[in-house]
Protein backbone atom coordinates (compact mmCIF):
# COMPACT_ATOMS: atom_id res chain seq x y z
CA UNK A 1 0.00 0.00 0.00
CA UNK A 2 1.36 3.41 -0.93
CA UNK A 3 -1.13 5.34 0.33
CA UNK A 4 -0.78 7.84 3.55
CA UNK A 5 -0.62 5.36 6.32
CA UNK A 6 -1.80 6.57 9.91
CA UNK A 7 -0.97 4.71 13.53
CA UNK A 8 -3.22 3.50 15.34
CA UNK A 9 -6.64 3.66 13.94
CA UNK A 10 -8.30 3.96 16.78
CA UNK A 11 -7.21 5.23 20.14
CA UNK A 12 -8.87 5.25 23.92
CA UNK A 13 -7.51 7.07 26.51
CA UNK A 14 -8.33 8.19 30.08
CA UNK A 15 -8.92 12.05 31.06
CA UNK A 16 -5.12 13.53 31.63
CA UNK A 17 -2.82 10.75 29.58
CA UNK A 18 -0.61 11.23 26.95
CA UNK A 19 -1.23 9.79 23.33
CA UNK A 20 0.46 10.04 20.51
CA UNK A 21 -0.06 9.36 16.86
CA UNK A 22 2.16 8.16 13.52
CA UNK A 23 1.55 9.61 10.30
CA UNK A 24 3.41 8.04 7.44
CA UNK A 25 2.97 10.23 4.22
CA UNK A 26 3.18 8.70 0.76
CA UNK A 27 6.91 8.39 -0.26
CA UNK A 28 7.91 11.04 -2.45
CA UNK A 29 5.64 13.72 -1.07
CA UNK A 30 7.89 16.39 0.77
CA UNK A 31 4.71 18.24 2.63
CA UNK A 32 2.74 17.06 5.13
CA UNK A 33 -0.98 18.21 7.12
CA UNK A 34 -2.64 17.19 10.55
CA UNK A 35 -5.84 18.19 10.39
CA UNK A 36 -8.90 17.67 13.61
CA UNK A 37 -12.52 16.87 12.40
CA UNK A 38 -15.15 16.30 14.80
CA UNK A 39 -19.04 14.83 13.61
CA UNK A 40 -20.64 17.45 11.38
CA UNK A 41 -17.68 19.65 10.98
CA UNK A 42 -15.32 19.90 8.02
CA UNK A 43 -11.38 18.90 8.74
CA UNK A 44 -10.20 21.86 11.10
CA UNK A 45 -5.92 22.43 10.19
CA UNK A 46 -3.69 21.74 12.60
CA UNK A 47 0.21 22.50 11.70
CA UNK A 48 1.91 21.62 8.65
CA UNK A 49 5.58 20.22 7.33
CA UNK A 50 7.34 21.14 4.37
CA UNK A 51 9.64 18.35 4.68
CA UNK A 52 11.34 18.92 8.12
CA UNK A 53 9.99 22.22 8.53
CA UNK A 54 7.43 23.11 10.75
CA UNK A 55 5.88 26.37 8.68
CA UNK A 56 2.67 27.24 10.59
CA UNK A 57 0.74 25.82 13.23
CA UNK A 58 -2.57 26.88 14.42
CA UNK A 59 -3.11 29.58 16.92
CA UNK A 60 -6.61 27.25 17.90
CA UNK A 61 -4.21 24.60 19.27
CA UNK A 62 -2.47 24.71 22.66
CA UNK A 63 0.54 23.98 24.18
CA UNK A 64 -0.46 20.66 24.69
CA UNK A 65 -0.11 19.56 21.50
CA UNK A 66 3.13 18.94 19.88
CA UNK A 67 3.99 17.46 16.03
CA UNK A 68 7.00 16.63 14.83
CA UNK A 69 8.58 15.23 11.36
CA UNK A 70 11.90 14.42 12.05
CA UNK A 71 14.02 13.67 8.45
CA UNK A 72 11.20 15.08 6.80
CA UNK A 73 9.28 11.50 6.55
CA UNK A 74 7.02 10.24 8.95
CA UNK A 75 5.33 12.27 11.50
CA UNK A 76 4.12 12.38 14.85
CA UNK A 77 1.43 14.54 16.77
CA UNK A 78 1.05 14.24 20.33
CA UNK A 79 -1.41 15.23 22.86
CA UNK A 80 -0.20 15.58 26.83
CA UNK A 81 -2.49 15.96 29.79
CA UNK A 82 -5.78 14.86 26.88
CA UNK A 83 -9.24 16.35 28.25
CA UNK A 84 -12.77 15.19 26.52
CA UNK A 85 -12.46 17.38 24.09
CA UNK A 86 -9.61 16.30 22.74
CA UNK A 87 -12.11 13.56 21.45
CA UNK A 88 -11.87 13.65 17.13
CA UNK A 89 -10.84 11.86 14.37
CA UNK A 90 -7.33 13.30 13.51
CA UNK A 91 -5.92 13.12 10.14
CA UNK A 92 -2.69 13.33 8.32
CA UNK A 93 -2.75 14.47 5.02
CA UNK A 94 0.35 14.57 2.61
CA UNK A 95 1.27 16.31 -1.19
CA UNK A 96 4.00 16.55 -3.49
CA UNK A 97 5.08 20.38 -3.64
CA UNK A 98 6.99 21.92 -6.56
CA UNK A 99 7.68 24.82 -7.98
CA UNK A 100 3.82 26.33 -9.23
CA UNK A 101 1.27 25.97 -7.69
CA UNK A 102 1.52 22.74 -5.57
CA UNK A 103 -0.94 19.47 -6.18
CA UNK A 104 -2.88 18.00 -4.52
CA UNK A 105 -3.20 16.40 -1.04
CA UNK A 106 -4.11 12.82 -0.19
CA UNK A 107 -5.06 11.66 3.29
CA UNK A 108 -4.88 8.40 5.53
CA UNK A 109 -7.52 6.67 7.09
CA UNK A 110 -7.01 8.91 10.18
CA UNK A 111 -6.95 8.24 13.85
CA UNK A 112 -9.90 8.25 15.79
CA UNK A 113 -9.22 9.27 19.37
CA UNK A 114 -11.83 9.06 22.17
CA UNK A 115 -11.10 10.18 25.56
CA UNK A 116 -12.98 8.84 28.79
CA UNK B 1 -16.36 35.25 8.03
CA UNK B 2 -15.46 31.46 7.21
CA UNK B 3 -12.84 30.98 4.83
CA UNK B 4 -15.03 27.91 2.24
CA UNK B 5 -18.68 28.24 3.36
CA UNK B 6 -21.06 25.24 2.08
CA UNK B 7 -24.61 24.37 2.11
CA UNK B 8 -24.67 21.92 4.83
CA UNK B 9 -27.90 20.60 3.42
CA UNK B 10 -29.01 17.24 3.74
CA UNK B 11 -29.13 17.54 0.23
CA UNK B 12 -31.43 14.61 -1.39
CA UNK B 13 -32.32 13.77 -5.46
CA UNK B 14 -33.25 10.94 -6.91
CA UNK B 15 -31.15 8.06 -8.48
CA UNK B 16 -30.17 9.41 -11.84
CA UNK B 17 -30.71 12.80 -11.43
CA UNK B 18 -27.91 15.64 -11.28
CA UNK B 19 -26.26 16.72 -7.93
CA UNK B 20 -25.50 20.52 -7.21
CA UNK B 21 -22.97 21.43 -4.88
CA UNK B 22 -22.08 24.73 -4.06
CA UNK B 23 -19.35 26.41 -2.13
CA UNK B 24 -18.20 30.44 -1.88
CA UNK B 25 -14.67 31.36 0.15
CA UNK B 26 -13.13 34.41 0.83
CA UNK B 27 -9.48 34.85 0.27
CA UNK B 28 -9.42 36.54 -3.20
CA UNK B 29 -5.81 35.32 -3.85
CA UNK B 30 -6.96 31.74 -3.74
CA UNK B 31 -5.92 29.77 -6.73
CA UNK B 32 -6.56 25.87 -5.98
CA UNK B 33 -9.59 24.52 -5.25
CA UNK B 34 -10.62 20.89 -4.31
CA UNK B 35 -13.59 18.50 -3.75
CA UNK B 36 -13.17 15.56 -1.52
CA UNK B 37 -15.28 12.77 -0.62
CA UNK B 38 -16.30 11.18 2.57
CA UNK B 39 -18.03 8.67 3.52
CA UNK B 40 -19.54 8.07 6.97
CA UNK B 41 -16.21 6.96 9.46
CA UNK B 42 -14.45 7.72 6.97
CA UNK B 43 -11.53 9.88 5.81
CA UNK B 44 -11.81 12.25 2.78
CA UNK B 45 -11.34 11.10 -0.05
CA UNK B 46 -9.91 13.62 -3.46
CA UNK B 47 -12.25 13.47 -6.16
CA UNK B 48 -11.57 16.56 -8.26
CA UNK B 49 -9.52 19.80 -8.22
CA UNK B 50 -9.37 22.53 -10.43
CA UNK B 51 -7.58 25.72 -10.49
CA UNK B 52 -8.61 28.05 -13.78
CA UNK B 53 -12.08 29.90 -14.12
CA UNK B 54 -14.24 27.04 -15.80
CA UNK B 55 -15.43 23.83 -16.22
CA UNK B 56 -13.16 20.65 -15.52
CA UNK B 57 -15.38 17.57 -16.24
CA UNK B 58 -14.31 14.12 -15.17
CA UNK B 59 -16.41 11.49 -15.79
CA UNK B 60 -20.12 12.05 -13.65
CA UNK B 61 -18.35 14.83 -11.99
CA UNK B 62 -18.14 18.05 -13.22
CA UNK B 63 -16.22 20.84 -11.16
CA UNK B 64 -16.48 24.55 -11.74
CA UNK B 65 -15.02 27.71 -10.94
CA UNK B 66 -15.51 31.56 -10.93
CA UNK B 67 -12.83 33.02 -9.36
CA UNK B 68 -14.73 36.57 -10.01
CA UNK B 69 -17.72 35.38 -7.62
CA UNK B 70 -15.76 33.48 -5.60
CA UNK B 71 -17.30 30.66 -6.23
CA UNK B 72 -16.74 26.85 -6.89
CA UNK B 73 -19.54 24.04 -7.77
CA UNK B 74 -19.51 20.32 -7.54
CA UNK B 75 -22.16 18.87 -10.16
CA UNK B 76 -22.46 15.10 -10.00
CA UNK B 77 -24.13 13.53 -12.88
CA UNK B 78 -26.79 10.33 -13.08
CA UNK B 79 -26.48 10.25 -9.61
CA UNK B 80 -26.11 6.41 -8.00
CA UNK B 81 -26.81 5.87 -4.25
CA UNK B 82 -22.98 4.76 -4.03
CA UNK B 83 -22.48 8.91 -4.32
CA UNK B 84 -24.66 9.15 -0.59
CA UNK B 85 -21.83 10.71 1.36
CA UNK B 86 -20.70 13.86 2.99
CA UNK B 87 -18.76 16.12 -0.22
CA UNK B 88 -16.46 18.72 1.53
CA UNK B 89 -15.14 21.86 -0.09
CA UNK B 90 -11.14 22.79 0.13
CA UNK B 91 -9.54 25.71 -0.65
CA UNK B 92 -5.55 26.10 -1.16
CA UNK B 93 -4.32 29.61 0.21
CA UNK B 94 -1.02 30.63 -1.69
CA UNK B 95 0.20 33.82 0.26
CA UNK B 96 2.56 34.41 2.44
CA UNK B 97 3.12 32.54 5.82
CA UNK B 98 -0.40 30.08 4.60
CA UNK B 99 1.86 29.13 1.64
CA UNK B 100 -0.23 26.18 0.77
CA UNK B 101 -2.59 25.68 3.61
CA UNK B 102 -6.37 24.02 2.81
CA UNK B 103 -8.87 25.71 4.11
CA UNK B 104 -12.43 22.73 4.12
CA UNK B 105 -16.04 23.56 4.68
CA UNK B 106 -18.39 21.96 6.93
CA UNK B 107 -19.20 19.60 3.82
CA UNK B 108 -22.95 18.91 2.04
CA UNK B 109 -23.99 15.63 3.42
CA UNK B 110 -25.82 13.78 -0.02
CA UNK B 111 -28.51 11.51 -0.07
CA UNK B 112 -29.42 9.64 -3.60
CA UNK B 113 -32.62 7.63 -2.89
CA UNK B 114 -33.29 4.95 -5.53
Redesign the interface.
Known sequence: DTGVSQDPRHKITKRGQNVTFRCDPISEHNRLYWYRQTLGQGPEFLTYFQNEAQLEKSRLLSDRFSAERPKGSFSTLEIQRTEQGDSAMYLCASSLEGFSRGTEAFFGQGTRLTVV | QKE?E?NSGPLSVPEGAIASLNCTYSDRGS??F?W?RQYSG?????IM?I?SNGDKEDGRFTAQLNKASQYVSLLIRDSQPSDSATY?C?V?T?RG???????????TQLTVWP
Open positions: VQQSFYKSPELSYLARDSTLGRLYFGRG
